[in-house]
């Protein structure tokens, strides 16, 4: 073998190394898109189960809160086991979970067997989504690479949601409720075989380490008491008793769990992680950000389908420029931003944006036609969303030790899911008081109901700015060339 054949075969294997990579994440990503989009096509698909079924409407809330139970209650649990026995491993068992309880949702023909799967799919989505950022950063080490793999990320979970709306609608009038979930399972089928040969098998800390079993009963206790006592508070009433002792019963358990964490040998989860103050900040942003993007998706929904008149297709077609565009910054525009200015300016870029579209959101009017009132406030919030959402998960993976990655992971998706079940809820209910006080005063209905969106949008644009103020007040980012540094070292 002569000198250029050596060389050139080291080159030959890096490339064929990086190609794997990216096709890794491509089936990671179809892995996380098949959760995604399963949340909205349930809410879509609703009406149809539910006189399929024969729910209640007190009844039919189970099939959305059973899996929202499990999904938010695991998220913590199922990053640290990630780190205990390894990324991969609680990967495929997630998907494998996942795929199962969609086969056991497609075949069933009663309300306690649709609960009891959509109970199990939500644990198999927690473990997903909390080792999905880990094994992204077990396979991108290099800031460049890492960034434009977060931007891929970002847009599945996030322009997903919107993506599901869509092609729920069309599984559920092209064919039955129950396709919504059976064609989860060849695509689960096929990520858990490419998986198996294109994802690094990482290795675990689990002979090492012992589970902090007490630490984990209370954390996924009070999370789970926590969400069901948000996602029920409009209902229940918030002042009700309920309401009120779901609540404390939480935060007691939440204190039981920092003793634990403070006094355990092997704490489930290590409280110097919080020094990190990125990781802090991210999730304060990841809190406030989630709960104005919650409320902005579904009550822009409902104002289209209730004050427009707009079909469930009508309002999928709605959000595809919100997709497009959204597309467009995660996949290209977002990871030059953030290599040319770090973390801070495009995060709080995006967020303004993401502002802005919902305040234009809170002038709509009652006959308010599409390319004036509706495609603006989509396009500034599908451009928000693009640039913003892969500074957020980088600013929380960033400094974290490989080690952790997988408890990183699971908090700042715990702090998206908390705060667009909080969001969500409180934004839900400004919006259905005012409503209710304009109607009660004599008011016209839809403009009673518009004006209620209009307080909702409002409030979801304060929450935006919110997160700008505290991404610029508390982010401490690497500067971009003291990145590029340190890669060259």
Excluded at 247 to 255: C, D, E, N, Q, Y
Excluded at 351 to 364: D, I, S, W
Aim: overall charge neutral; proline content about 4%; some cysteine.
């Amino acid at each position: 073998m002569d000198t250029a054949e050596r060389r050139d075969k080291p080159q030959a294997t890096a490339a064929q190394h990086d190609r794997k990579r990216w096709f890794a994440l491509a089936v990671l990503c179809l892995g996380v898109l098949m959760i995604v989009l399963d949340v909205t096509i349930v809410n879509v698909a609703l009406p149809t189960i539910r006189e399929s079924l024969h729910f209640s409407e007190s009844s039919l809330a189970w099939v959305v809160n059973a899996y929202l139970l499990t999904s938010g209650g695991f998220l913590l649990l199922g990053g640290r086991l990630g780190d205990l026995y390894g990324h991969r491993r609680l990967f495929l068992i997630g998907i494998a979970l996942f795929t199962l309880a969609s086969l056991l949702c497609g075949l069933a023909n009663s309300q306690p067997l649709l609960v009891a799967a959509r109970a199990v799919q939500g644990l198999g989505g927690a473990v997903v989504d909390a080792v999905a950022l880990s094994l992204i950063v077990d396979l991108f080490t290099e800031t460049g690479d890492r960034s434009k793999a977060m931007g891929v990320y970002g847009f599945v979970c996030s322009g997903g949601g919107s993506i599901g709306a869509l092609l729920g609608g069309v599984l559920t009038n092209a064919f039955d409720w129950h396709w919504i979930f059976l064609v989860n399972i060849p695509i689960g089928i096929a990520v858990v075989a490419l998986s198996l040969r294109l994802l690094p098998a990482t290795r675990g800390q689990g002979e090492d380490r012992q589970l902090d079993v007490a630490g984990a009963i209370t954390v996924t206790t009070a999370l789970m008491l926590a969400i069901y006592a948000i996602v029920n508070g409009n209902e229940a009433g918030w002042m009700s008793t309920q309401t009120l002792v779901l609540l404390a019963v939480s935060v007691a358990l939440l204190g039981i769990f920092l003793l634990i964490e403070a006094r355990v040998r092997v704490p489930l989860m290590p409280l110097g992680l919080f020094r990190l103050r990125n990781l802090a900040t991210a999730n304060v942003v990841g809190v406030l950000w989630a709960a104005a993007m919650f409320a902005w998706f579904f009550l822009s929904a409902l104002y289209l389908q209730l004050v427009l008149r707009y079909t469930p297709l009508q309002v999928g077609l709605a959000f595809l420029p919100t997709n497009l565009i959204m597309a467009a910054c995660s996949l290209g525009v977002s990871a030059r931003l953030v290599m040319r200015f770090g973390i801070k300016p495009p995060l709080a870029a995006g967020l303004l944006c993401a502002a802005a579209g919902l305040l234009l959101f809170a002038r709509a009017p009652v006959d308010g036609s599409f390319v004036v009132d509706v495609l603006p406030p989509m396009l500034l919030l599908g451009l928000g969303a693009g640039i913003a959402f892969n500074p957020v998960l980088m600013a929380a993976m960033n400094d974290v030790a490989p080690s952790e990655s997988g408890l990183a992971s699971g908090i700042v998706n715990t702090s998206f899911m908390m705060g667009g079940a909080l969001g969500l809820a409180i934004l839900a209910s400004m919006a259905g008081a005012r409503s209710d006080a304009l109607l009660a005063a004599g008011g016209e209905q839809l403009a009673a109901l518009n004006a209620g969106y209009h307080l909702a949008f409002l409030g979801g644009a304060l929450f935006a700015l919110l997160a700008v103020a505290a991404a610029l007040a508390f982010l401490r980012p690497r500067e971009p060339a003291a990145q590029s540094a340190a890669e060259s070292a």
